[in-house]
Every structure is written in structure tokens, then in C-alpha cells.
């Protein structure tokens, strides 16, 4: 009754409704469906009819907040969007991009091609000549925070805004040389000389920046070099001749030898294998193992010798370059014959580009950037990390303060003389407010956490590729991750077989394989009595078949026996498949094919299987276990050895391929013994169900298998008559003969054959998942981190291994959104989809792209409410563009882990890209910003290491900040109490030791810090989702370390004045000595769990400040050395001194102690209580 009621009615409130279409209508002008569709909207859920217009209006939120966009926006974001969109805009105009066009490509002639086609180069550079030294150092100064020192540093260069020495500014951003420090305190030295010092120091830092990067282009370079020069044989007029990978052009004619991978996108013209097929493994492209069938050119198979593909005029009519890895349409044509031959190329007629194949000769018709697999690749992208960005808004936040407090002095002043100079030089003297150790803090902060997930001993072979990204680790909501060789092991184990009144497990497969061997032992000693010929052999061994066959009407009366049931189920099972037997053959590519035949070594130990599925290779070798052998193969016929060692053969009549649509695969069997003709079936409960005769125990026997993890197959079988199947053949050719609705009739005429099969067993084949894989996602669920799935197998399998792995719990549904592709169908689904709460979702990459292209905003709403979502048939370019959308519609940020090429575009695309080293090669750990060796790394990775980087860097930030706001506060109190002037309070040395020497020890111990024991954060994972709402590094948090500076700040300044002796040198011994303890002291305020390496630092600095109190006193005067105020160092060692410093160090901190033990005595953090 429910789904009879109009999901979506017209709103009372028309004002919504007009408001919402105005929103939209643009967005689908010129759709046919566009003005009823649009009185439709998706609503998120039902309460949404009652809502306020607010609440109505959330869901197209990106929308929704561009309107509400105004001058605050283009006062502060608008600008950088309008300076993005001019440069976008000019690159696009400068850099246009060829259109792709079809294109007519001859074989062996490159030459005749009509255009000119990019060079088959593979290029992973960021930089050319041109562009290095500017993109060096734009990826330098577009922060706001290394500009603005930048700037601070080069304006002491005006000597009329200098303020103290230059070193002050820049020696925290080098490392300075012993001989640096001996040119500076030298009261001789020249401003020149100091100028010219210090613009070397810049230069050479740049200059490590530079050769840093120049490295790293080097080293992509060697590596495309490598790629671009690897050698492939090229078949010409005269001959086989060698030539790189770079110098292959669209119409070579290119051999590949075994296990070399495709140079280009290629049509496969000719094999060694008669029947003109090969096999081909597409892991770089979509991620799958297994390996695909394809199909040579009739035409250019049929020929004698390789050289006769030159005595022929041909060409093939390729359609334009896409990014679709799973269709092509093509056509190839031979003119030299009479009629010209004319033969349709679909997608098993291609080969790719990184793909794996045997021995093949194939045209090329893609290079270069124009190939599937550059396509799908993305460019990688420079990844900068939320805690950066935090960081450089709050240092906009204080630079705003800075210009404020220097505009308030310079007022205060009155505006006398030449202000603007005076303001200039407020803004440089309170330029610590945003302190220039802060950046170089947070880079050894990174390098520092980098090398403690590589040193981790239980996380062995990780590697940080990207140190500029660790506190991204403890941030996610989003993990994308890919399903074979990530997940599972990509290994198919037979597990169970069921025929409905017996199961069989693993510990009882001997009882099947002795019924099997009985059973074939018994029709050869028949044939021995009979004493017929090997022929006959076969016929015992199908007589129960034989006489179910022809007592028809009776069969499912008689009660077959155990043995006989077995029989048939594992024959079926042996003779329902896409496998083919490979043997290894000593011979390369000739002309001869017989030769290489007769060089093959058919011994069982020498043959391999291939297929299009592991599923498939599974049950095949299961049979082999059982008895039953695959030992040939070809398109017409295949043949099975018994126990005993007698061959069967058995004749292909058809194969119906599996398809999505339809779930099951068939194939159509004459046996040559007897010439009983049998369709056998396999496929999906859900699609075998209504084509087998009644039972009891399918629907739940599946529902069990399902519940262990296990793929289930129904297995069926049906005997024909001569005259059923010639009825049957020839309206199954004038299907396919039909110009429009091919496919649906062709379908017509199976299903008419398809009904009342016999139901011989149900198989249960189990994909073996990564170790710890289940528990590993039950952490990071629990962690609060939405799991998708993204793979590009088939939507039965990718829901299994949802199922099996745990990523959707038992408890959950799974809604499979149903194949749509127009918008109505999209509509209708979605609306569908809004009605269920709390299901994961399952979707093909088809579907998604509708969804897409025109309700983009609803569906990733939709989705983001999923606890789980799968997306299956995903191509790299799908992963990619998924990734994009979680981060423009959410602001989350996301994490994808895979292991193969197809998974690099994923993993460059989002904020952090974790890789693991497996069967499918480095490519993907190569390209992630972390590498790991198993999935199961991933939960240490993110709990230990992600949570502690976070927390360590945003309690560093903001301590370097406090360092810098506190002493900006201090000058500000001693401008204000001497009549405003821009004089600074401390001189050279001191500054520079206040930002290094004397605080930088055990500020940077903060990097050891931590609140939890490791072993506490893998049990309690739910205090991963505190760090996602950003409470460690926030305004607020941000706030009360201001208020904090201000305060201490304030007291330290105020009781040095109040305090000071008969000398005014006083003051600077006794505020600067205050303010080293201050930070000493807030230093162990902050730690939570203290470490040896802390207790050193913090003595340690100590000690060369006591040091520098006694050696380096001539720095603690008011002014410059030559004005010769020196620290008296009697005043030093009094008690006066002492006591005036512990009064005001104790005055800033005490309070802060008291404040910090009520907190955790009347409102503690999660961790304390777990600590506790």
C-alpha cells in the first residue's frame, strides 16, 4: 500500500516549491523530462514535509550557500576563487586541448594516418625547464604564513623600517653557520655586510629547496626513461626489428611476447593458439587478478604466415579515445578481396595498454595520453593537510590583531609625523605575534612522526612517501578502499557442496572423490566386459542421465541415488565454465603453429587454467581434486579425463557468457559417446530460483552459506531432444541477426528454454579475505570512519565480500540500487532508496554515473547517511571522481587504500593515500603519500600514529604561537608605558635565543607527548571520532591561549617594571629570566605523559640560559652593544633578584596549575578516565 502513495507531492507552501525549481531549473534546461520531474523534488525524509524552510532547503547545500554569498565571502574567499577561475581560464586558453576524433588506422602503415597522434610517452614529471624555478616557488610562499615572513624578513632591508639586527628575523628560518654568528655580534659589523649575509642565507635555503626538487624530477624522469625505453618487436616490410616503447606509432604492427605488458591500445590481430584466442590480465586497469578472454580478427587469424598481414590492404575504423576500460566499437575491413570482408570489433577484440598477455601481434590505434590507461589516471595533486590549513587561518586571525594593535599605538601617538613609516614599523616590531619558528616547528614535527610509523615494530615495511601529511591520519571520516588484493587475497578455496538432502564440507571431500572414482571404476570395467572400444567407455558412466533423459515426465518421480546425484553435480560443474587449460609451450611466435603444438608437455604438472574469474578456476580445480580433469579446450569442444584415466569429449553447441543482467551463464553440451544433447546452468539464487522445479531447501541453504561468507552458485541441468535444440538454434541465430532489440530478443529465445531445470547442487566457494581484515573494520567503524567499497568486480561478488569481510554487519540491510539509465528511472530509484534508514547501499558504476549527471547533491546526501556503501564495476576514473565528491559536498576528509594501478588515480585524488605492496605490483604503493604490507596495518596506522600526530602538532602550533604572543604582549605593554615608541624591548641575541636555544628544546619534546598508551587506543577506538570534530586546534582553543599570553604577558611586563632596582637595565634580567621559567614551566603544564628525552630538554635549556646570564651579559642591555649597557652580574646572585623572579613566575603559572587541576578533577577528558 505504501508504495502506491506519491512519494514526493506537491508542497502546500508553493513559495518552497518555486524556490527550489528556480534553484534547479537551469541545471536540466533542454531535458525532455525536465517539467514534470521537476515538480518532484527528492526530499531526504518524511519529517522534511512539516519542516521549517531552512530545513527544507539543507540538501542542495552547495547551492544554497553560493546565494548566500556576500561581501564578507569576496572580501576574503572571493578574491582567491576569482584569481583561480582568471588563471584556470588563461591556462585553458594558453595549453588548448586537441579534440578527440575517430580515426581510420591501416595495418603496417603509419604513415597514412590522416592527423597527427601523440607520442606513446609515458611522463609522471611535475615540471619542465620552463616551469621549475616559478613552481618551486609558488609551492613555497602560497601560504599566507611563509609570505608574510618573507616579507617581515625583507623589509629590514629599508633602513628606515629596520628594527633591531636583521638576524633576528632570519636566522630561525636557517641554520646558522658558526662564522654567522661571529659577523653578528661584532658591533662593527655594516648593514651592508649583514644584508648581503643574509641574502645568501635565503638563496641557499631556496637552493635546498630547489636541488630537493630537482632530485625528485630526476629521479621521476629516470623512471619514465625506463618505462619509454623498454624494447618491443615491431613486424615490417623487411622484417622483425626492435624498437622502444617511445618510438611506437598508431598502425605498427607490434608482437608481444609472453608476460610483456601492452606498449599501446592495441586490436588483436593474430595468435599462435588456432582458435585465435588468448588470455589477458587487466590488473593495472581495473584492479582484477583473473585473466580475460580474447578474440582475434577472423581475417588476420586466418592467414598462413605473419608476413601475409603485408600482401593484404586493411584498415581498422576505431572509435574516438574514451575512458571507458569496458567497451569499444570498431570495425575492420579488407579491400583487396572481392567482396571486401567487413568484421564488427567489440571490447574482446582489444588490448590495452599495461595489460598482460601471451604471445600476441596486434595493431596499435592508441598512444600516449589517447590509451585507456592514461585516461584513467589523474595528475598527482600537492596534498596539504587541515592542520596546515588551520593554521594558516589563525595566522590571518593574528596578523588582522597585529595590524590592529600597531594601528592602535600609532593612534595613541596621535598621528605625528610620517605615521605610515611608524605603523610599518609596529607591525615588524609586534611581527612575533606570528612567530617565525612556527613553520619550522611543524616540518621537524612531520619528520619526527615519519620516522617513529617507520620505526614501529608492529607495523613492519611502512613507509612514509609524503612527510608533509601525518596529522591527516588522525583526521578521516571517509575510507575508500578497493576490494581484491586489499581486502581479500584474491583466492578462491571450494568449500561446501550441497544437494538439498546431503552436504558436503571440507573434512568430507574423499567421500565425493570415492563415489566419483567408483563410479567411473565401474562403467570401465563395464566397457572391459563388453569389450568394446574406448568410445564406448563413456556410455556406462552416463546411464542414470540416459534414462532420467528418457523417461522424461518421470524423471523427477524416481529417486536418484547418492552416487548418481554426485555424478551429475560434479560433471555439470566440470562442464559449466569459461576455463581453458594452458600448457607452457617452448615455442615463440612463428608462423608454424603446429610446431609450438608439438612442443607442448601436456602432463598435469605442466598445466595451468585461466579464466575470466577466479570463481570459475576455483570449481575447476575442485573437480580436478575430485576426479574429474579439464585437460583441453577450444571453441568448439572440450574434454574431461575420469579416474581412470579415459578421456570424455563433449562438443560446444552455445554459450550463454555471464552478464550482469542476467546473473548465470549456460552452455549447451553433445556428447560424443551417446550424442545426448544437455544445457547446464549456473548462477545467482536470486536468478535460479524461478528456472529450476520446486524445492524446499535452496532459499535456505543459500541464506546459510551466505551467513558463512561464502559465494554461493545454483547448479542446473535440463536434457534435450534433437528437435528442441535445432528449434531452439534457429531462432537463436535470427535473434542475433536482428538490427534493433538484439539483445532483448536473443534473451527471449534463452528464457524460452530455460524453464522446469533439474536442480543438481548448490556450491559454496569462499574468497579468503586479508588477514584480521574483519576486526580491522570493526575498529575503524567504531572509530567512527565510514567504510566505502569501491572495486571493479561484479556487483554479486562485490556484495559477498561485503557480507563476508563485515564491512556490512549482520543486522544491516543491503539495498541494491537498481540498474537505471535515464533520469526518470534515476528519480523513481532514489526516491525508492529515501524510504529505507540505517541499510548499506550497493550500486554499479553505470547507475552511479546517472545519478550523477543529474542529481548529484541528493545521491551523495543520500549515500553519506549510509553506514556502508559499495560500488561495483567502478573504472579508475569512477574511484577518482567518488573521492572528489566526498570532498566538496562533506569537507571531510578522506582516506583510499589500494593495490593496484587501476587505484592510483583514488589514492592521489584523496586527502591521504595509503598504498600496500601486492600481487598486482608498487604501482600503487609508489604513488600513495603511506605504504603498508597488509590492510590490517591500517588500524595502528590510524588510531596510534593518525591520533598522536594530530594532537602532538595542534598542541606544538599552538604553544609556538603562545611563545610568540606572549613576548609580543610584553613589548606592547613596554611601548604603551614609554610614550608608544617603536623602540624593541629585547635586542639581537636575545630574540634569536628566545625562538631556539632557550625554549626550543622543550617545546619540540611536545612531538613525544601523548595522553593514551597505544595499546588504549586500539581498544577504545571511539576516541578517534573527538579528532574529527577538530576540538585540539580550534578557535576556541586558540582563544584561550591568547588569553593566556595576554595575561602572563601582561604580569611578567608590569612586575619587571614595578619590581625593577635603581637601574633600568633591571628590567630586561628580570622579565626576560621570568619569561624562560614561564615557558618552561607551561611546557610541563602541557605534558601529559612525560619522557626522559623532556626532563633533558627542559634542563638543558635551562642551563645555556644560566650559561648565557653569566657569559653573554653584555646582550641583557637596553639598546645597542655600542651604547655599552651591560647586566651587572652581582645583581644576578642576590637574593632580590631571586625572589622577584620566583614571584612573578609563580604569579603567571600558579593560577594556570590550579585552573588545569579543577578541569581534570571536575570535568576530565575521556582519555584521563581511561588513563585512570
Not at 116 to 129: D, M, S
Not at 153 to 177: E, N, R
Not at 663 to 682: D, F, H, N, P
Amino acid at each position: 500500500m505504501a508504495d502506491s502513495i506519491p512519494l514526493n507531492p506537491v508542497r502546500k507552501n508553493s513559495k518552497k516549491t518555486s524556490y527550489y525549481n528556480a534553484g534547479r531549473a537551469p541545471r536540466f534546461q533542454g531535458d525532455d523530462e525536465a517539467s514534470n520531474l521537476d515538480e518532484m523534488p527528492l526530499m531526504m525524509s518524511e519529517e522534511a514535509f512539516e519542516s521549517a524552510e531552512s530545513d527544507y532547503h539543507t540538501l542542495p547545500r552547495a547551492r544554497v550557500g553560493q546565494r548566500q554569498r556576500g561581501l564578507c565571502w569576496l572580501l576574503f574567499c572571493g578574491w582567491k576563487v576569482l584569481c583561480g577561475c582568471c588563471c584556470d581560464c588563461l591556462l585553458r586558453t594558453c595549453r588548448k586541448r586537441k579534440e578527440l576524433k575517430a580515426r581510420t588506422v591501416w595495418l603496417g602503415c603509419p604513415e597514412k594516418s590522416e592527423e597527427k597522434h601523440p607520442r606513446n610517452i609515458i611522463k609522471n614529471q611535475k615540471y619542465n625547464v620552463f616551469t621549475f624555478v616559478p613552481g618551486v616557488l609558488y609551492q613555497q610562499f602560497k601560504f599566507f604564513l611563509n609570505l608574510y615572513f618573507l616579507v617581515v624578513a625583507c623589509s629590514q632591508f629599508v633602513p628606515s623600517l629596520k628594527i633591531g639586527f636583521l638576524y633576528t628575523y632570519w636566522a630561525p628560518l636557517v641554520i646558522v653557520h658558526n662564522s654567522i654568528k661571529h659577523e653578528c655580534v661584532r658591533g662593527g659589523t655594516s648593514s651592508a655586510s649583514v644584508q648581503r649575509l643574509f641574502v645568501d642565507l635565503q638563496g641557499f635555503v631556496l637552493t635546498v629547496t630547489m636541488m630537493r626538487e630537482a632530485v625528485d624530477e630526476v629521479r621521476r624522469y629516470k623512471r619514465d626513461k625506463e618505462m619509454n625505453s623498454q624494447l618491443y618487436t615491431k613486424l615490417t616490410m623487411r622484417g622483425k626489428v626492435q624498437v622502444k616503447s617511445s618510438e611506437i606509432q598508431v598502425g605498427d604492427l607490434i608482437i608481444v611476447e609472453k608476460n610483456q605488458r601492452i606498449p599501446a591500445d592495441m586490436i588483436f590481430l593474430r595468435t599462435t593458439e588456432k582458435t585465435g584466442a588468448c588470455f589477458i590480465r587487466t590488473d593495472q586497469l581495473d584492479g582484477e587478478t583473473d585473466w580475460k578472454l580474447k578474440v582475434a580478427v577472423a581475417c588476420t587469424q586466418r592467414l598462413p604466415a605473419i608476413v601475409d598481414l603485408f600482401s593484404i590492404s586493411a584498415y581498422v575504423h576505431a572509435q574516438k579515445p574514451l575512458l571507458d576500460i569496458h567497451s569499444f566499437e570498431g570495425n575492420f575491413t579488407r579491400e583487396d578481396s572481392d567482396p571486401h570482408v567487413h568484421e564488427s570489433l567489440s571490447i574482446e577484440n582489444t588490448l590495452w595498454a599495461s595489460t598482460v598477455v601471451a604471445s600476441v601481434i596486434g595493431v596499435v590505434i592508441y598512444t600516449g595520453k589517447e590509451t585507456r590507461s592514461v585516461l584513467n589516471t589523474s595528475n598527482a595533486k600537492n596534498k596539504v593537510g587541515l592542520l596546515d590549513l588551520e593554521l594558516n587561518r589563525l595566522t590571518k586571525a593574528l596578523f588582522v590583531a597585529q595590524v590592529v594593535l600597531s594601528v592602535v599605538m600609532v593612534a595613541l601617538q596621535g598621528f605625528l609625523g610620517p605615521w605610515f613609516r611608524n605603523l610599518f614599523r609596529f607591525v615588524v616590531l609586534f611581527s612575533y605575534i606570528i612567530p617565525i619558528s612556527l613553520r619550522v616547528n611543524l616540518d621537524m614535527g612531520k619528520s619526527a612522526y615519519g620516522w617513529m610509523i617507520m620505526k614501529d615494530e608492529n607495523i613492519p615495511g611502512t613507509v612514509v612517501r609524503t612527510s608533509t601529511i601525518p596529522e591527516e591520519l588522525g583526521r578521516l571520516v571517509y575510507l575508500l578502499t578497493d576490494k581484491t588484493g586489499t581486502l581479500t587475497q584474491n583466492e578462491m578455496v571450494f568449500r561446501r557442496l550441497h544437494l538439498g538432502t546431503v552436504s558436503y564440507g571440507t573434512d568430507t571431500m574423499d567421500e565425493i572423490q570415492s563415489h566419483i572414482a567408483q563410479a567411473y571404476a565401474q562403467a570401465s570395467a563395464s566397457q572391459s566386459n563388453s569389450g568394446g572400444g574406448g568410445g564406448g567407455s563413456t556410455t556406462s558412466s552416463t546411464a542414470t542421465p540416459s534414462q532420467g533423459k528418457s523417461q522424461h515426465s518421470a524423471g523427477p518421480k524416481v529417486r536418484k541415488s547418492v552416487s548418481s546425484r554426485i555424478n551429475e553435480a560434479v560433471k555439470a560443474i566440470a562442464l559449466c565454465h569459461n576455463v581453458t587449460p594452458v600448457y607452457e609451450s617452448r615455442a615463440g611466435i612463428n608462423g608454424e603453429t603446429d610446431a609450438a603444438e608439438a612442443d607442448q608437455d601436456f602432463s598435469d604438472d605442466n598445466r595451468t587454467y585461466q579464466a575470466s574469474s577466479p570463481d570459475e578456476v576455483a570449481l575447476v580445480r575442485w573437480t580436478e581434486r575430485m576426479g574429474l580433469t579439464l585437460v583441453s579446450r577450444d571453441l568448439t569442444s572440450l574434454q574431461l579425463k575420469t579416474p581412470s584415466g579415459q578421456i570424455l569429449t563433449y562438443f560446444i553447441l552455445q554459450i550463454f557468457p555471464f552478464t550482469s543482467e542476467s546473473k548465470r551463464m549456460g552452455i549447451i553440451v553433445r556428447e560424443e559417446a551417446t550424442g545426448s544433447i544437455t544445457l547446464y546452468m549456473k548462477g545467482a539464487d536470486v536468478a535460479m530460483a524461478s528456472i529450476v522445479q520446486y524445492n524446499d531447501w535452496l532459499e535456505e541453504e543459500c541464506g546459510n552459506m551466505a551467513r558463512e561468507g561464502l559465494r554461493t552458485l545454483v547448479v542446473a541441468k535440463k536434457s534435450l531432444s534433437e528437435e528442441q535444440y535445432q528449434d531452439f538454434e534457429s531462432r537463436y541465430n535470427q535473434a542475433k541477426l536482428s538490427i534493433h532489440d538484439r539483445t532483448l530478443k536473443v534473451a527471449a529465445v534463452v528464457e524460452s528454454l530455460e524453464r522446469e531445470m533439474e536442480l543438481l547442487c548448490l556450491t559454496g566457494v569462499e574468497d579468503k579475505l586479508q588477514a584480521d581484515v574483519r576486526p580491522t573494520l570493526e575498529l575503524l567503524r567504531n572509530a567512527g570512519i565510514k567504510i566505502w567499497m569501491l572495486t571493479g568486480d561484479k556487483l554479486e561478488t562485490a556484495t559477498c565480500i561485503a557480507k563476508s569481510s563485515h564491512l556490512v554487519s549482520r543486522n544491516q540491510d543491503i539495498h541494491v540500487f537498481k540498474p537505471v539509465s535515464s533520469r526518470g528511472e534515476a528519480h523513481l530509484e532514489l526516491n525508492a532508496f529515501r524510504r529505507k534508514h540505517e541499510c548499506a547501499l550497493v550500486i554499479s558504476g553505470d547507475s552511479l554515473e546517472v545519478c550523477l549527471r543529474y542529481y548529484e547533491h541528493e545521491f551523495v546526501e543520500l549515500a553519506c547517511q549510509c553506514p556502508a556503501v559499495v560500488c561495483c564495476r567502478c573504472s579508475p576514473t569512477q574511484k577518482a571522481q567518488i573521492v572528489r565528491l566526498l570532498q566538496q559536498h562533506t569537507s571531510n576528509r578522506t582516506c583510499a587504500i589500494g593495490d593496484g594501478g587501476n587505484d592510483v588515480s583514488m589514492i592521489q585524488a584523496a586527502d591521504c593515500g595509503i598504498g600496500i605492496e601486492g600481487k598486482e605490483g608498487k604501482q600503487a604503493s609508489l604513488a600513495a603519500d603511506f605504504s603498508i604490507t597488509q590492510f590490517k596495518h591500517i588500524g595502528r596506522l590510524l588510531m596510534v600514529h593518525g591520533r598522536n600526530s594530530y594532537k602532538r602538532s595542534a598542541a606544538l602550533g599552538q604553544f609556538v604561537m603562545h611563545r610568540g604572543m606572549i613576548i609580543s604582549t610584553m613589548q606592547a605593554v613596554f611601548s604603551s608605558m614609554f610614550y608608544f615608541a617603536s623602540v624593541p624591548l629585547y635586542q639581537g641575541f636575545l630574540m634569536v635565543g628566545y625562538a631556539t636555544v632557550y625554549t626550543m628544546f622543550p617545546v619540540f619534546s611536545l612531538v613525544l607527548d601523548q595522553d593514551v598508551k597505544p595499546e588504549m587506543a586500539l581498544l577504545y577506538p571511539e576516541l578517534y571520532k573527538d579528532l574529527t570534530k577538530g576540538r585540539s586546534l580550534s578557535f576556541k582553543t586558540f582563544l584561550i591561549w591568547v588569553l593566556i599570553s595576554v595575561y602572563q604577558g601582561g604580569i611578567l611586563m608590569y612586575g619587571a617594571l614595578l619590581l625593577f632596582e635603581s637601574e633600568f637595565v633591571h628590567v630586561v634580567a628580570i622579565s626576560f629570566t621570568a619569561l624562560i621559567l614561564t615557558e618552561l614551566l607551561m611546557v610541563a603544564l602541557t605534558v601529559r605523559t612525560w619522557h626522559w628525552l623532556m626532563v633533558v630538554a627542559e634542563f638543558f635549556s635551562l642551563a645555556c640560559y644560566l650559561a648565557s646570564l653569566a657569559f653573554l651579559n653584555e646582550y641583557f642591555g637596553i639598546g645597542r652593544v655600542s651604547l655599552g649597557a651591560f647586566l651587572d652580574l652581582g645583581f644576578i646572585t642576590t637574593k632580590a633578584f631571586l625572589w622577584k623572579v620566583s614571584a612573578i613566575t609563580m604569579v603567571s603559572c600558579l593560577p594556570l596549575y590550579i585552573i588545569k587541576y579543577l578541569k581534570r578533577k571536575f570535568s576530565p577528558p575521556s582519555y584521563s578516565k581511561l588513563s585512570s
